[in-house]
């Protein structure tokens, strides 16, 4: 009797309710999650490194988890594309020497400059080059600035500061205040500098303005670089490409008669004029290079009545494998969060698409390789797409999910861009969630994942991150959470799985969110677009229109 009153009332709310675009969703649970986790998180997997028999073993495991899933191999009949790069060695001479006409400095290799190349020749010498101060080497035209105007920095080194100069300003006018544009970060830098056809580029580290410590970067610079395989389209490249601590730039800056702190100030201002600092600079550094080739790993899942329609879910799975060890000698960097996690929320997606009704569209399941190297599997993927970028309708990407347990919020990275941010929001409403704009924009984040390279090319992608409004201790409470998160676990051993200080909780809700978003792009007609004013929409509408 109690059986027939259920089935009764079910079917009538169905009446009432259900349209036939609401099926009833995969619900996640953790151990949809924790498993796959643990299990790329493990030190059996050596920290996922590319090139590694750490990438063999993440590469098999995906295949093999996808397969036995049933989605079927998304690159023709293979579940692999193989992304050819080069593995470059920079090992820079213990010393590098700064010199004016009456006196010298001599800087420690590691500890006072990491610098490295993306030249295969066997030796980078660089004797006596000139150096050149260039503000915060940003050639802007839409800020109305240009930090090279006047200077010829052709066969120089600059010498430029991180970020750009809105941060700190309070003025989310200039530039865009405190948070970072694409000319605030490390990558743009080099290529501008490259783009001037100056010989060297050193970049002076400082901690909030970069957004994270300089033990970062001498941990990634420990080990070999990778960069895709250029052969046959090489551009020009910098001799070499680095970072000054504070303390060595201040050296540098006395050393040419500078007052350090007026000029960094004079550099925020506009038309500051850059200017040749007496002083010469000589480094050497010997490379070894090594051609291969790595793995994106891809399946998919056919759509019913477009078929020819893509969504792309996307997540890296490499990280920096087994490198310098920490206090504790552990030297397994295993990338729990980073991407382990993300990684696993891809698999908990492809299972459930698999177990829910086939959508209209179909749904591809991209795993990235090298993106701790330079985002390189993605950018290999956007400029071979194996599906045409004008029939992918959509991008979403996950970079490290929530360990942290329920969060009201998820935080928005690079808000305002496009409108898959509108089609989250209604998924978060109707679960009692919000979304908030990033907590930390100054640390440019948007250019700090996969997702930017579809953005590139001009795919609407959606990308965010664990928000900070914790369900049972508050805001303060979820902010402190990612901070220490960025001061003790970020691109260290420490990023490990710990039960004891994870909870997924929150990871199952923010998953469960990315599906419905996914699914529901995926049983209807939408092409989001880039709104107004994003620096990718004139990109899109390109080739949309042909
Ligand atoms: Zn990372």
Known sequence: MKKSLIAVSLGLSCLLGCQSSEQTNYQFQV???????????????????????????TTAFLETEFKNMGLEPGNGDSYYQDVPMVSIVSKSAETM?????????????????????????????????????????????????????????????VVVLVND???????????????????????????????????????????????????????????PILYLDDRGKESYKLGFEGWLTLPSAKKLFELAGK???????????????????????????????????????????TGQSKPEEYIIYSAHWDHFGIGKPDETGDSIYNGALDNASGTAALLALAKAFATDAKPDRSVIFLAVTAEEQG????????QNPIYPLEKTVANINMDGVNPYGKMKDVSIIGAGQSEMEDLLNVELEKLGRY????????????????HFNFAKAGVPALYFGTGIDHFEKGKEYGKSLQEEYVAVYYHKPTDAYDPSRWNLDGA?????????????LANSDKWPEWKAGSEFKAVRDGYMKK
């Open 31 to 57: 151990s949809d999650l924790e498993p796959n986790l643990v299990k790329l998180a493990s030190d059996e997997f050596q920290g996922r490194r590319p090139f590694t028999e750490g990438e063999r073993i």
């Open 259 to 301: 007052n350090d702190s007026e000029l960094l100030a004079a550099a925020r201002k506009p038309g500051f004029q850059g200017m040749s600092l007496g002083v010469n600079l000589s480094a050497s550094i010997q490379v070894e290079a090594e051609y291969n080739v790595s793995q994106n790993v891809v399946a998919k899942i």
């Open 508 to 520: 199952v809700d923010d998953v469960q969110v990315l599906y419905n978003v996914g699914r529901s």
């Open 375 to 382: 985002l390189w599997g993605s950018a290999f993927y956007a």
């Open 97 to 157: 020497e700064l010199k004016n006409s009456t006196a010298s400095v001599e800087l420690k290799g590691f500890e006072d400059f990491v610098i490295w190349t993306q030249k295969t020749d066997s030796l980078v010498e660089i004797t006596e080059a000139e150096v050149v101060f260039a503000g915060f080497g940003i050639v802007a035209p839409e800020y109305g600035w240009n930090d090279y105007e006047g200077l010829d920095v052709k066969g120089k080194i």
């Open 435 to 450: 979304s908030a704009p990033e907590p930390n924009p100054v640390a440019g984040y948007y250019f700090r994942s996969d």
């Open 165 to 223: 100069p809105g941060f700190g300003t309070e003025d989310a006018t200039f530039f865009k205040g405190n948070t970072m544009t694409y000319y605030g970060r490390w990558t743009y830098k080099y290529e501008e500098a490259a783009r001037q056809g100056a010989l060297g580029c050193l970049i002076v580290h400082n901690t909030i303005p970069a957004g994270y410590g300089f033990n970062v970067i001498q941990g990634k610079h420990h080990q």
